[in-house]
């Protein structure tokens, strides 16, 4: 089981500009066949599935904490959509009835993000087509697994490094620079762990595509920190074995790969804006604010909401929006 | 982000007989339209893509945290299909050559559980077809997202009855019951969050169908323990306002409803046997022991694996499918 | 638009015993890409996307027809269905608690009917894969979509032989043996809109399998009808210039083709008993029962109810029923 | 089975300027999760698989004749996009050869609509997806089903408001204007429905999304004909006993809801002007009309055709989208 | 089995202007229903699946001979969705790091051909969506799988005609054009075939659509060649009776049909460009070029690339390219 | 493009007993994500996207070379396919009206082998999903799909064990004993690939699963004969290059790799006997039978057919067939 900490694994911008075909581009990071669900729910699934974890209990920990890792990464591909959606539908008329708010993305790439969803992600690729099971490789034999697991960290990079290519926008530019550094992180504790079953060295397979990760600006600042090297450890107690497969020099830089012994620091994430035009939370937002108030207040909690999110407002981005969005 | 636990939300039986074709059934539980991958995913996505979070706050922390327990669900519907898979193939030749261990399960349901997963859960329903991204809906519209986490809770607890009635495999029955529970508790959860924004009152649809929980024998153990009318939080800070919104009286039992500030203590899960004849977790799983026990003395750590596993061998249990396979 | 009439447009014998995977079978016939969905939503849309149609109107008339029609198979193919489930679970314990009701179909070949479902047709195919919408050709090139009309309906026949071939349950004999033959009817009539059009004989192509159809018992009294040469007009109304397409000798028989002015006569559906096992219509089909002559009594409506049904009970076909669930 | 009426329920104007990505966004409203093949194929196979039927009479009722309002819903869909797509090519190099006529809808969203389709609807998504079997809930559990219902009646409406917002397309704010209407109608059908069977009150949570639907300019005529209050019965002589269960005050304005003992008397479909870039009904239409006219002379019908369609050319609208084209 | 031959068909104009859009259009003929996968894969499970060979033997070798003609129709759409494709992203920041290579794709129909792919043809149809095994009709029964083929035929007509209409480019052009005329021969074949097998003439339905082939311009150089009348061998023995059903006078022009007894020579593929900004085949192309002329030393062969290409670079072809390029 | 040579590329047994279900099974190796519509299809695609391939002449030549021996794959496994299928249905009523034929089959695992196809294998997976192009990898980056190539092998390795395991069906075990040998070539030639470019050892994963290929019985004669350590060239004249690649010693037993530079020999295939239940190839096929001796002799070709077939009916294998079938 899971216990969820209301934090993004790091740092992203405020909603800028809206960039819908941008946004329909990191949906391939979602839910392409080498996006963060894949990830996730691969490694997720090959940890429940895996059979004599006792006696495999180094491998089975390794998966295990990588898929705890991944789920702030869907986390973070979603915070990226919606925040390059923010702004991206017009306000309304103003007098409460319905106007063309959304007219201007009706050549947008991917529609559903507005008709189905509430500006916002969804479980599709980039050329909006959903998710789906067939994307889990779970054979349960462990040296096939760990072969599958690297391919697709590899597939992974190269998704990453050309949706970096397709737009600057900042939010996407902010977290492939960091998944980029991420996925490096487990593509190696993979071919670390095949090398310790069979012998067999892929670390010279390092970096596919061939473009070295500190070539790339956004993931420089990550590499300075350290995260390139390290492995977090995403549980109160348990999967302390990682340690014995994550070890070693980095393929790329040689320097000591590391454990860290707990989660990430993080980051608040953005509280974004409502969107009237697609009624997300609602047409009338302030209505359930008022609701929300009075529960808050009968439950005997605090006035202001209890739960953190970035101080987006001081630094005037809100309003930016707003002022777009009148 | 997430913090793993290595503990499932209750205890599971250990294998016995080994039931394919209930296995095949199970999976509806797992990956069909209203299948806990569908309530796990459908409320992470909407967390996710929650606008204006401190306005909405008790209800954004209500569906951010029903989806950090609904994780834990997918994992318990894994668990018990791998117990029910386990037996199912024979242990091979004896002289290290391939025989006919499969031959047993030729006729199975879902043999792409054995041919493409290693006797093990996939992401699938009931007649092998895999879960697929439409299934979330995630519309930002929160009356409508509410509405439709009702609809699926209610559609979920139909088909977690009539697999109740398709197998009486022990790990089954174990799984339906508690979940029929907790199930209760999400229904109720969503139609007193639709009950404080609109005033409507779907409490009067319970239960629906409309065989009172109580009426199941496996339900009742849990009903003692109160686990019908509790919502944990799933959180170690986070998500403080769901008492806002999660109170009043049950609706079955008049209870009064209560949250618990921390999540169950659970069980510790099974380690099921190897399944040499599909190389899980591989063909000689005790070579995989030996380079684990190496890599953990290299890595300074316990003779003995850290991670924890249900006692089953005290209890012969793991002697009993050793028999069977052999 | 469509006026809906409450019969079949043939009669079916009420349930006798069960066949799940016959009715598994039958899906073919329901969702199957040369299914009753294909041929009733091809000739659908395409009459919706028929352009210039006043000038082509003996040719929109004949498809539109016939669409309408095929509204009548699909309704036959699951009442066919649903007929040959009734009976396939037990009716529990009797006191009220949940048992092993549906054990007996746990390798049932379509599993989704019973869990999903409530014993009942399911729009997919004989591999319980759902009907979708690239099933649909409507290129509105006229020619062309008259011609892939022929296929379809070749294929239709294929598929229909098969599933006669694989389970003799009566329900599913007296539906292909009705379908065959009305089939037939729709074959004729495109191999003739295409020779009115162009010249080409397709004639000849008949039958395609190369089974004549009067040596299928089931047709034959179906032939001995005329219903094998009788185009009926579906409509108060329109639809008047079928008649100029659907004319000349029978291709098998050298019978001259008639239309009919109106629809057939039909035949009272069966009403189906409840299935409570699945819920279908509800735990306590009674309770229903009570409150619908509560709210016909409100209405002022008579207190039986008004619409009709097959007299099945007095047969004691529906004790029969009962008898098996008891 | 049915009875087709060549009319549509509501009149729609004749088409003006092209519209291709209107066009691919109204696809949403036909192929899409909550669009007219599903509520069309929902009640439909509910109303086929209803068990008990005699038992819940004014249940079945209700749910068979919705269905068959549904009908002419796809197919005010269909014409909606058939009349944006109209226009939407060029008439091609005018001496007979083949030319560039498509390549100003090279870059449109759906492109299958012109190279699959003769400009046409499709049984897609707004995203080009297929619709398909798995959108269909029919679960046989009578609360459960219309729980269902009416979660999907509240999906469409969120739907064709965003569709109205994305574009102002005449057709496609007619039919958005009307379905509004209507769909709110058959909302408040199964909200009654649950409430009879319950007690459960529903209609507390009209309107969602929270915008009143006489807020909506192009509803505003339809709500002054009375046409948010009235359930038609679309039969000849079945489906009588809906009065039972539609009746009540109407929750958004308190007026009393009233059966119509008939269905609505509809307006004539446009004809639509041939495509011939996309030989639609062929390359040559006029060979058509000459066959067309000789088919009908030989079986006796009159020189005009029989069928009606709406007075188009006398308003000089053909014309117009003639001039167009040439 | 088969021998390869790595020449095409048919010769290509090396690249021009990029044309994604047109691209995206020119998949519907590699992976839509009535693509080229669709016309390979269908004859090809045909001729594998054929009960009885030695019995029907013309059938047989027409169906496999004219699959193996189909292997390279979708070597020449891919090659041409690679031509078109080539050129679309931007060289790079030229200083190694990663830039903005793809924003000009960002809103390009069919991003996967480059997050994906590598500026490359995908086994998908124009809107985005893979081809799939449902496309495939192989019924075993003679005359319905030659129906088919005949229908299918048609079809693939048609969309060839419209992608023709949609995109100008060169390499679209000369695809289109000399498929359409390949096309032609196998419409003619099958409908030869059922005429042979049932004396029905489908010769009067060509042409489908209506417009003459010789309006093509494209199409009256190969007409000029005679390859409208002429099926090959394509088989160094096998498949002599093809010539038994490919006979007789063509159907548009009545010229006698006739069989050429060997493959025809075809054109030498233009060797592509790297696109590095996609990896394609690496981030630095000239790493490759020495390890292969290593490799090739080491083995003895000759210093240059033993296999031949179109030679581009004389004709100026690939400067241009690579001037766009940086 | 390709020449098609009429033969197998190994020997088939001549049909048996049926074995539906472990037909079923072997389907997975056809149309499952890792069966051999995969390999083929992924090779053939990636070598027609290959960009710069002069300068990687040798890596081209192999992967090109591999896709042309994997059609050979997907013959056999048809041809296995309808070999286990042969027999399993009755040959019908002998008065030539329709019976019960399929009856046997109506609980077989996919029922659309018959109701679809004739007894015939399916592009489809041992759950009866149809094969899609969401399997195919070809990302254009060199080192990326050589290590997903080398991935693929290794999971279809996996799977054809496991259907070896499930079925002793003779002609499945001839299959799988011959695939898992050359597939075994093609792992490690993607190996020596990777390595070359990259210098990272992939051969120590040998073999993964870890049972040695020598352990497996049907594996042995084709080891006798060295098709383990063997690649034949496919072509007439094109892929020299492989030599390049394809050198060095096995991983498993250390013997130097060699290329021969033809195809194999082969088999001829067995001409499986007509199913006329199925009307596979017709309900009468001795007429057709008639009809091509007809047209053989108008061509002026020789009296009996001149396609070769294996020798079966002497050895009074098709008559066992036979005498099953009366």
Not at 56 to 74: K, M, T
Request: glycine share 10%; proline share 8%.
């Amino acid at each position: 089981m899971i216990l969820r900490i209301d934090r993004l694994q790091v740092e992203l911008p405020p909603p800028t500009d809206p960039d819908p075909d941008g946004a329909a581009a990191v949906q391939e990071l979602m839910g392409g066949r080498f996006g963060e669900m894949s990830t996730l729910l691969n490694y997720t699934f090959q940890s429940f599935n895996f059979r004599g974890r006792q006696g495999a209990r180094p491998f089975y920990d390794l998966v295990a904490n990588i898929a705890a890792e991944e789920y702030g990464h869907i986390e973070l591909v979603a915070a990226t959509i919606n925040s390059m959606l923010t702004g991206a539908s017009d306000s309304g008329n103003g007098d409460g009835s319905l106007g063309d708010a959304l007219s201007g993305v009706k050549s947008a790439r991917n529609t559903q993000q507005f008709i189905g969803g509430g500006q916002g992600a969804l479980p599709q690729d980039s050329n909006g087509r959903p998710w789906n099971g067939d994307y889990i490789f779970s054979s349960g034999d462990l040296v096939e697994d760990l072969t599958h697991n690297f391919f697709l960290e590899t597939g992974a990079r190269n998704n990453k490094l050309k949706v970096y290519e397709m737009t600057a926008h900042p939010a996407a530019r902010a977290l492939t620079g960091y998944l980029l550094c991420r996925g490096g992180v487990h593509q190696i504790a993979y071919a670390r762990a095949i090398e310790k079953l069979t012998g067999a060295d892929l670390t010279k397979l390092f970096p596919t595509p061939r473009i070295p990760t500190d070539k790339i600006p956004e993931c420089q600042p990550h590499i300075k920190r350290g995260e390139h090297k390290r492995l977090y450890r995403f549980s109160p107690d348990d999967y302390r074995e990682i340690v014995a497969v994550f070890n070693g020099p980095h393929p790329e830089t040689g320097e000591e790969l590391e454990v860290v012994d707990h989660a990430p620091e993080g980051a608040l994430p953005n509280d974004l804006p409502p969107q009237t035009a697609v009624f997300a939370p609602d047409y009338h937002p302030e209505e359930i604010s008022e609701i929300a108030a009075r529960l808050r207040s009968s439950a005997g909690l605090p006035e202001q909401p209890t739960g953190q999110v970035a101080a987006a407002e001081e630094e005037g981005l809100a309003d930016k929006v707003k002022d777009k969005l009148s």
